[in-house]
């Protein structure tokens, strides 16, 4: 039988579109097209070269009515194989929407098209004195919608936060071609993070408002080299317990430091970039330098300008190249671990290594916990293939009963799907699902990525003692197909009745962690009797406290920018299944965001039992709280909510009738 190719149906629709020059299906075409920055390699249908921004909701909608799969693509410097067609279709190049449409330096925002190269915004925006602070190390050719879509972060992540953290809005076109304009800050769930880094699964984003920020005048950047990975971490918990935080914090190993020629015999290299005022930053370099040495660090250099600068970062920098060239090609793993985790995990990689026999080693973003095991391959040799592939399989393993994610700013596409059946319980992979399904039915937008095909997971979650009476609760109005109205301490609007379902009495501290900066705690606890407890310790909650519990504050999305800090989330769904996502890590990129969905949500699709927050060493500026708005849920929104409570049982009265919320 001959197989015909699926595009054919469509291509007289999309030419009209594009023209034909621009709908491409010879082979040189589609052959340039089926690989990435993984070993994925896959033939599309058809390549279609988007030129025209104001064009892509309308293609969106002439694949979706022929119902033809498309991945959105553009520079491709991904690792998983996620711009690659593995079931055919068309690839979307994006490449030629580059354009940086607006930089407004008075309300301090960049406004940018999806293929606009991280780095040209950033030579863009040197001219005003500003900076865009996600700075992967593919920044020179990495799109601002790629980093996005993957929710890239760099070494400024620490201070200045990943991708996600600095986008304000976006250009969303849903997979059946429609297009929605998301802001941080609209009430209701964070739609904008939610969708935007789904990896074009959840449909693509064309365009994107994003922060921009005055460049520090000063700056300070040291490199210390140390005899052991331990001491290199206790180096980095003497800097942030003394209120530093460094613009970033950069390591790498003895094997990596070898392959770059540094010719230093070190276990570990640590570099430190400070930025800040003059005087202040004298203070923190002075501080650090003794950090360093009391660390028994034994060479340490400082820059005092730009070029020295350069030339510090120069062997962190050359890192990947001078371990690429001792293969044909490169595997760059990236996982994270919370702080005090890393030594443990790089000392098992590194043994995992040595049994392989690999050529390999890892660099880390040590102020983050986000490490980056490179495996060095020849691609002819297939025994070495076989063993890597082994290997990555060990250190995923490794890294998920260390508690960590298997990705915290790489993505997932196709090269680790199957993983996520290992860090995820049966019932967090079901809702990805369904949120998938509820916004992709047709499973057209960049399908058969992140979510595992056949593997099933084995992990299993044991429910705290103080959640049963609620998972009962919720089980039995499920059951019965009644109503419950969920809330904190009720400060934000005043509920009543039977169905009441109070969370007031869920109000423990589960745990202070001092050395990684994080808080694990209960939702119905009153956010300024937290506030005032966290600092006895000299700990600080990211956000000025405001009125009622600290659940409520989340749920409710008025404490500014609390989201950006919350890092893991114990939830019961609407069905009474329990489920948790994210860990003590700083980043976090595994499976759909469900710190954005339940960001806002007023408890519509589940009820928050835990949050993990990431605390801070310093008392923070006050940011002004957001009002506590009206919300009217979009189709979207009503979507995922027929999608995860299909009996309307939690909050429903904000999908039947808005009370008032004045």
């Avoid at 540094?262 to 276990?267: D, F, M, R």
């Avoid at 790489?410 to 369904?434: N, P, Y």
């Avoid at 900066?517 to 939702?523: D, K, N, S």
């Amino acid at each position: 039988m001959i197989k015909l190719n699926r595009f054919d149906k469509a291509k007289k629709a999309v030419q009209r579109l594009l023209g034909a020059h621009n709908t491409l299906t010879n082979k040189t075409a589609l052959l340039l097209n089926s690989f990435d920055g993984s070993p994925v390699k896959s033939l599309p249908d058809a390549v279609l070269e988007i030129k025209d921004i104001s064009k892509l909701p309308e293609l969106i909608k002439i694949l979706n009515s022929f119902d033809i799969p498309f991945v959105p693509r553009a520079a491709a410097t991904n690792h998983d194989g996620g711009a690659i067609a593995i079931k055919g279709g068309a690839v979307l190049n994006l490449n030629h929407l580059d354009k940086i449409e607006q930089i407004n330096t008075e309300e301090k925002y960049a406004v940018v098209q999806c293929g606009a190269v991280n780095g040209n915004l950033q030579k863009a925006l040197e001219k005003y004195g500003f900076f865009y602070a996600p700075d992967p190390a593919s920044k020179e050719f990495s799109t601002v919608g790629g980093n996005a879509a993957l929710g890239a972060g760099g070494p400024k992540t620490l201070k200045y936060g990943a991708t996600s953290a600095n986008l304000l809005k976006a250009e969303f076109i849903l997979p059946n071609g429609e297009v929605l304009l998301l802001d941080k800050n609209a009430p209701g769930p964070d739609l904008l993070r939610l969708l935007v880094r789904s990896e074009g699964t959840l449909g693509l984003t064309s365009r994107l408002w994003v922060k921009i920020k005055p460049k520090n005048p000063y700056k300070k950047t040291i490199l210390a080299f140390f005899p052991d990975l331990q001491s290199t971490m206790l180096c980095v918990k003497d800097i942030i317990s003394a209120g530093i935080i460094p613009s970033a914090l950069e390591a790498m190993d003895g094997a990596n430091l070898k392959a770059a020629q540094t010719g230093i015999e070190a276990e570990a290299l640590l570099i430190i970039e400070l930025d800040g005022k003059k005087g202040e930053l004298a203070e923190q370099s002075e501080k650090a330098l003794k950090f360093c040495a009391d660390r028994k660090a034994f060479s340490i250099k400082s820059a005092n300008n730009d070029e020295e600068a350069k030339a510090l970062w120069q062997s962190r920098l050359s890192a990947a190249a001078a371990l690429a060239s001792l293969g044909t090609g490169l595997i760059s793993l990236d996982c994270a671990v919370s702080r005090t985790d890393l030594p443990q995990i790089i000392t098992k990689i590194s043994a995992i290594f040595a049994k392989y026999g690999l050529k390999a080693g890892v660099v880390f973003h040590a102020g983050d916990g986000n490490l980056h095991p490179n495996i060095a391959f020849n691609e002819g040799n297939l025994y070495e293939l076989s063993q890597i592939k082994k290997a990555i399989k060990e250190i995923h393993e490794a890294v998920c009963l260390c508690g960590g994610t298997i990705s915290a700013e790489h993505g997932i596409g196709v090269e680790k799907r199957a993983t996520m059946a290992m860090m995820f319980d049966g019932g967090t992979l079901s809702c990805f699902k369904k949120i998938k399904q509820a916004l992709d039915p047709k499973n057209l937008a960049n399908p058969d990525k992140i979510l595992p095909i056949a593997s099933a997971s084995k992990k299993t979650l044991t429910p705290p003692e103080r959640v049963q009476p609620l998972i009962e609760a919720v089980k039995k109005a499920n059951a019965g197909k009644t109503t419950l109205n969920v809330c904190g301490l009720n400060t934000k609007i005043k509920l009543k009745g039977k169905n009441l379902l109070s969370l007031k009495n869920l109000d423990k501290i589960i745990e202070v962690d001092k050395t990684n900066y994080t808080l694990t705690a209960e939702p119905g606890i009153n956010v300024k009797v937290l506030a005032k407890e966290l600092e006895k310790e000299n700990l600080f909650l990211p956000f000025a406290p405001g009125k009622g519990s600290l659940g409520g504050e989340f749920c409710a999305k008025t404490a500014a920018e609390l989201k950006d800090y919350v890092t893991a989330l114990d939830i019961i769904l609407p069905d009474g299944s329990f489920i948790r996502y994210g860990g003590k890590y700083v980043k976090n990129t595994a499976g759909y965001d469900l710190t954005a969905l339940f960001s806002g949500s007023r408890g519509v699709y589940g009820i928050v039992t835990s949050l993990t927050i990431r605390l801070l060493p310093y008392k923070p500026k006050a940011a002004k709280p957001l009002p506590f708005a009206p919300w009217r849920p979009n189709e979207v929104e009503r979507k995922l909510k027929t999608a995860l409570d299909a009996n309307n049982i939690l909050n429903s009265f904000y999908f039947e009738e808005v009370p008032d919320e004045n």
